[in-house]
């Protein structure tokens, strides 16, 4: 039980830290009987289209758990990022979604609107989060800290979690991942591979693992499965009996919910979810392929080159080349694009849509076009704060999509940026365009399918090609405009098809074992290449194109295509009010805390035990808390007050804190003593932090610079029972409080970070650290000052064995020995006392992965990630006042996760060079 106290207690001042917000954004506050809806200004009508869908999706989410308890729930919408997403927060008593959708087709074809499934699947965990039966654990803590209640009814597998949220907002037979063939042909390739997923694998956030979503695929998969015999009964139960009791084994409950062993559940689950794949004919020759690789959207650059989006386990995201005939691959630039992973070859000219941070809201990316020139390797920026994605060079110049709202409009961008508007929102999602010399084809997501219509000189839309019972996924056209290519999802599996304009004529192109993506035909017509997915794997391959002997399709009559519908306007009975921000401040959760160090010499202050209060607006523009703890039989305790107004996080603190230093003593008798003294500091400080972000893709580059004023009063206390030393010269006692005010300015700075899917550390890049700390005025005593400077290069020798290496030097200069502890510049393992003066230290860390384990078990939870070697060697180098320090290590590491939510790391260290400072650690 304290396991899950202290970890929910651990991650406080993160969930209720400030969040910078984008400058000039104003939030309005829009009412239902069981939710505020917090939008952005502007965005009425996502604001008022949530209303309706959550509302009415209430007494359905209410079933999934057996509760009809009342609840009124934050939910925040914003409009300003174009990397969206929806979330209830770990301490959920807010939600948060961004209104515009999720790019590529990770969310299927079949809903109405981005904010409809969003909005239905979120519900699911606010719901499930708010529940408040039965009597136990979970009840009694709601009384204190009801958004701890909150989290102990998420803590079940994250698989089942989210699988029962992905089945609900699949439950209309059209809308939603489960009734996507995409989102099924993970599972399907994962099931009868030769490593088919582990029921624990598929409930749980991969480490390492290649899909990100697995715990999504697998766990809709199982909740789907169970809920056909149950009507979803055993989740109800499972989550009823971790809210009376967390300390809960999920194994246990899941088969006693279900009443079968967990072995036989299993073994069901298995013969009744694996689907035997299709027989395959295809003469396909594999251009690329490899276990752990995905290959996206191949592009002709010549007649025997393409360029793909290559994004793999041991490989630097980016564009690619691969020559079709020696099956060369080369990376042309590294770059993480959109997850539709769109971009456009032309005349060596490679243009892309990618994300940009703000520099200085660190939840905010802006989706802007760009230029590559192969010939000359000069990137381009063609758009700034465009909100631009999916571009493609066409005869009027670049053509591309543009959010607006949960919706996007087509436009044209000129070589200066300059962007206009050729076709205006609507109640569609725009998804691609294809150009050619026929005339402008744009993919269209309305009425729950997808389907291609071609764009008119007066820029509206004309209904053209769509396929019964399915929808098409991607389309590519060749110059001369003859043939169409496309892949749909007729049926289960996603295949290519070809649509012959001068005969008028559809055939089926391939007949794949689990999905076809990204077709594209050579220039002579005479290859077809598209990708094909086996499990964790989407393999590039080419056939022959002979339409002439592929059978024909027959498509939807253009009659029967539906016009899209204008844009939504809100109704008149709409009514808001401004956010108050003093409204939503009161106070969040009451929770026990803990204070132990396991660092020397601040492990002497022994064990503290107490109670924090913490609050927050759900827009977390203003957060507080406060401690208060008994250690070492007195009362010790802190209060903060953060607000984030503008692009810095203000921190107002007060604080009676107490600390522990190593000191040197003289005695009378001219002997020198060692003693490990308390230190009382009571004070206020006031701090500015301002966080920078100038790069985050591939690499990342970022600063934080921050700046804190103290005024304060300290004095040395007893630990045990020796007493507090005085001061020899003035026969002053140093347990007498001395004032002193002091200011702290520090930085650090990453340059070039970069760390690819299955590296435990960045690869490359630098990270440096710059603090000085110095008083403005001391009470009886000289002033002290000090500057810490520490310098970390990552770089691999071995990137495809994802080796890490760290190059570390510091430097600490002050002129007294108070001012840093020792743990800023001493080895590891060693505990000393480090004077005034200038101390240097220069290190080595080398991490080798040896297995990535991404599986565990569900009787006691927990998942096993990584199991690495790694080995350190420290030295601080010698000075007028110490001899050179030597620390040293080889040891074996394992990641794992306990129960569901607890990332810990385990390590076992031996030192060659002194045995007795080997060590074990826990954290």
């Not at 929808?471 to 003859?482: A, F, K, L, Y």
């Not at 220039?523 to 339409?547: C, G, K, W």
């Not at 108050?580 to 396991?598: E, F, K, Q």
Request: charged share 20%; net charge neutral.
């Amino acid at each position: 039980m304290m396991v899950i106290i202290c970890g929910i207690a651990l991650g406080q001042n993160n969930y209720y830290y400030p969040a910078i917000r984008p400058a000039g954004i104003d939030y309005k506050v829009y009412k239902t009987p069981h939710f505020q809806i917090i939008y952005q200004e502007g965005s009425e009508v996502e604001a008022w289209q949530a209303g309706v869908t959550l509302e009415g999706e209430l007494d359905h989410a209410y079933s999934l758990f057996d509760v009809t308890n009342q609840m009124l729930m934050p939910l925040i919408l914003n409009n300003f990022n174009d990397l969206s997403n929806g979330y209830v927060s770990t301490h959920p008593f807010r939600q948060e979604i961004e209104i515009p959708h999720i790019k590529g087709s990770s969310l299927g074809t079949g809903y109405h609107s981005w904010i409809d499934l969003v909005a239905t699947h979120e519900l699911v965990h606010a719901v499930q989060a708010n529940a408040d039966s039965p009597l136990g654990f979970g009840s009694i803590t709601r009384w204190i800290a009801p958004d701890n209640a909150r989290i102990i009814n998420l803590l079940l597998p994250i698989g089942l979690t989210e699988g029962a949220a992905v089945y609900t907002e699949s439950k209309d037979m059209r809308s939603g991942r489960l009734n996507d063939p995409r989102f099924l042909m993970l599972y399907r390739a994962a099931a009868t591979s030769k490593r088919p997923w582990s029921l624990s694998q598929l409930m749980e956030h991969p480490g390492y693992g290649f899909h990100r979503g697995r715990a999504y695929i697998g766990g809709a998969t199982f909740y789907s499965w169970q809920h056909g015999r149950d009507e979803g009964q055993f989740f109800s139960k499972m989550r009823s009996s971790i809210y009376r009791f967390p300390l809960r084994l999920t194994g246990r409950d899941l088969s006693r919910t279900i009443g079968k062993p967990l072995t036989q559940i299993k073994k069901e689950f298995r013969d009744e979810t694996t689907i035997t794949p299709r027989s395959s004919s295809q003469q396909s020759e594999i251009i690329s392929s490899q276990n752990g690789v995905m290959h996206r959207w191949p592009q002709w650059l010549n007649d025997k080159t393409l360029v793909v989006y290559r994004t793999a386990f041991n490989e630097t995201s980016g564009l690619y080349t691969i020559d079709t005939e020696s099956k060369a691959i080369d990376l042309l630039f590294p770059v993480l694009l959109p997850s539709d992973s769109w971009f456009t070859v032309s005349d060596s000219v490679i243009i892309y849509s990618r994300y940009v941070p703000d520099r200085f809201s660190g939840i905010k990316m802006t989706a802007d076009v760009f230029s590559y020139n192969i010939a000359t390797k000069q990137h381009s920026r063609i758009t700034k704060n465009g909100r631009i994605h999916m571009p493609v060079m066409t005869s009027s110049g670049i053509w591309a999509l543009q959010n607006d709202g949960q919706r996007n409009k087509l436009v044209s961008v000129d070589p200066l940026g300059n962007i206009q508007t050729l076709r205006d929102r609507s109640q569609a999602d725009l998804i691609q365009i294809a150009p050619s010399q026929a005339g402008t084809a744009v993919l269209v997501r309305h009425n729950q399918t997808q389907s291609v219509y071609l764009v008119e000189e007066d820029g509206k839309f004309k209904p053209w090609i769509a396929v019964n019972d399915g929808s098409i996924r991607e389309m590519s056209w060749i110059s001369d405009g003859r043939y169409f290519l496309f892949t749909a999802d007729i049926g289960d599996v996603t295949n290519v098809y070809c649509h012959d304009l001068l005969q008028n004529r559809t055939m089926q192109l391939t007949d794949v074992m689990y999905g076809a993506l990204d077709p594209i035909l050579s220039q002579d017509l005479q290859t077809l290449v598209y990708v094909d997915y086996q499990h964790e794997n989407y393999r590039v391959v080419s056939e022959m194109f002979s339409p002439e002997t592929s059978s024909t399709i027959t498509l939807k009559a253009i009659s029967e295509i539906p016009e899209i519908s204008p844009k939504l306007e809100v109704p008149e009975s709409f009514t808001s009010t401004p956010y108050s921000l003093v409204s939503h401040l009161r106070p969040r959760m009451l929770i026990p805390v803990y204070d132990y160090s396991l660092d020397a010499p601040r492990r002497r202050l022994g064990l503290g035990l107490g109670l924090a209060i913490h609050g927050s607006d759900p827009l977390r523009k203003l957060t507080y808390s406060t401690t208060a703890t008994i250690q070492k039989n007195r009362v010790w305790g802190h209060a903060l007050l953060r607000s984030a107004f503008g692009p810095v996080i203000t921190t107002l603190g007060v604080e009676n804190q107490p600390e522990a230093y190593l000191v040197r003593v003289s005695n009378s008798d001219g002997s020198m003593q060692w003693l490990t003294i308390g230190e009382q500091s009571q004070g206020v400080s006031l701090s500015f932090a301002m966080p920078i972000e100038f790069e985050r893709n591939v690499r990342r580059s970022n600063a934080t610079i921050f700046t804190r004023i103290i005024g304060e009063r300290s004095r040395w206390f007893s630990l045990n029972q020796d007493p507090v030393p005085f001061n020899r010269a003035t026969g002053e006692s140093l347990s007498e409080f001395r004032r002193r005010t002091h200011f702290e300015i520090g930085a650090t700075v990453s340059i070039g970070v970069q760390r690819n899917l299955r590296d435990v550390w960045p690869n490359r890049g630098s990270i440096i650290g710059v603090n000085t700390r110095n008083d403005i005025y001391r009470e009886r005593g000289a002033r002290r000052s000090g500057l810490n400077v520490s310098f970390n290069q990552f770089w691999s020798f071995s990137r495809k064995s994802n080796t890490g290496l760290n190059l570390m030097a510091s430097m600490l200069t002050q002129n007294s020995g108070v001012i840093y502890s020792r743990s800023a510049i001493l080895p590891r393992g060693h505990e000393m006392y480090i004077g005034r003066g200038t101390h240097f230290k220069i290190g080595v860390d080398l991490i080798q992965p040896i297995w990535y384990i991404e599986d565990g078990f569900l009787t006691i939870p927990s998942y096993f990630k990584l199991l690495y070697a790694y080995g350190f060697i420290e030295r601080l180098l010698p000075d007028e006042n110490h001899n050179g320090i030597w620390s040293a290590g080889i040891g074996i590491g394992l990641q794992f996760r306990l129960i569901h939510f607890l990332d810990m790391e385990v390590r076992g260290t031996l030192n060659p060079f002194d045995v007795k400072k080997s060590y074990f650690a826990l954290f």
